[in-house]
């Protein structure tokens, strides 16, 4: 079956550097996307990798094994606006989104 | 870049009455749009997969006839929650891909509360 993991909930404090893991296990791969969803609203793209290797965009960055099935999501200089989910979501052979469950982030001061 | 907007925004209705969202992608063509649901604190669920022109595919769980899904252009769907009753209150939201890319693009979602 498919299936994606990433952790619950994380907390970190503000100003630090907080690192969000995914595994992944589909039909098929075509990309990893990672949104940032606040409360009440709708996701909002962050990154795409299909390739090996570390996408960096500004503070946050973005990092794919595919050999691994491993991704994650690299924010720093964390800001209190930075609290929001992070959906970690893979695309499959039929180029359809499987999601995770998403990661809880919170930034404390 | 890319928008998708929603309609409407913010929807309260009486049990038993049918509820019409509205998707639409304002500056490109999307031969593929996706309807999902969110409950607080879950993620997103994918309740179908919308094509233009030909009918939905839904997954397995949601029912066709109770969330009708009409794709009739490149920049429009239409989601029909009928006969809505409280538990269908949720968080509805569309996106939208586009015909060159693989990313979809996000309306900012319908709140539904069935009273």
């Known amino acids: 079956g498919q299936n994606i993991d990433q952790p619950t909930e994380m907390t970190a404090t503000e100003g630090a550097i907080v690192q969000i893991n995914c595994t992944y296990q589909?039909?098929?791969?075509?990309?990893l996307f990672w949104y940032q969803q606040h409360a009440g609203e709708a996701p909002t793209f962050l990154s795409y990798?299909?390739l090996d290797g570390l996408e960096e965009k500004g503070r946050f960055s973005s990092f794919l094994s595919r050999s691994k099935g491993y991704s994650y999501l690299l924010l720093k200089e964390l800001q209190m606006k930075d609290s929001a989910s992070y959906l970690c979501a893979a695309l499959d052979s039929n180029y359809q989104l499987i999601w995770g469950a998403g990661t809880k982030l919170i930034i404390k001061p | 870049g890319a928008v998708v907007s929603q309609h409407p925004s913010w929807v309260i209705c009486k049990s038993g009455t049918s509820v019409k969202i509205e998707c639409r992608s304002l500056?490109?063509?999307?031969?593929?749009m996706f309807w999902y649901r969110q409950f607080p604190k879950q993620s997103l669920m994918l309740m179908a997969t919308s094509n233009e022109g030909s009918k939905a595919t839904y997954e397995q769980g949601v029912e066709k006839d109770k969330f009708l899904i009409n794709h009739a252009s490149l920049t429009l769907s239409t989601l029909t929650v009928t006969s809505a009753h409280p538990e269908d209150s949720s968080f509805y939201i569309c996106s939208a891909r586009d015909l060159a890319g693989n990313e979809q693009f996000f309306g900012p979602g319908t709140r539904l509360t069935v009273l």
């Open positions: 589909t039909s098929g791969f075509n990309g």
């Open positions: 500056d490109f063509q999307a031969t593929t």
């Open positions: 990798n299909v």
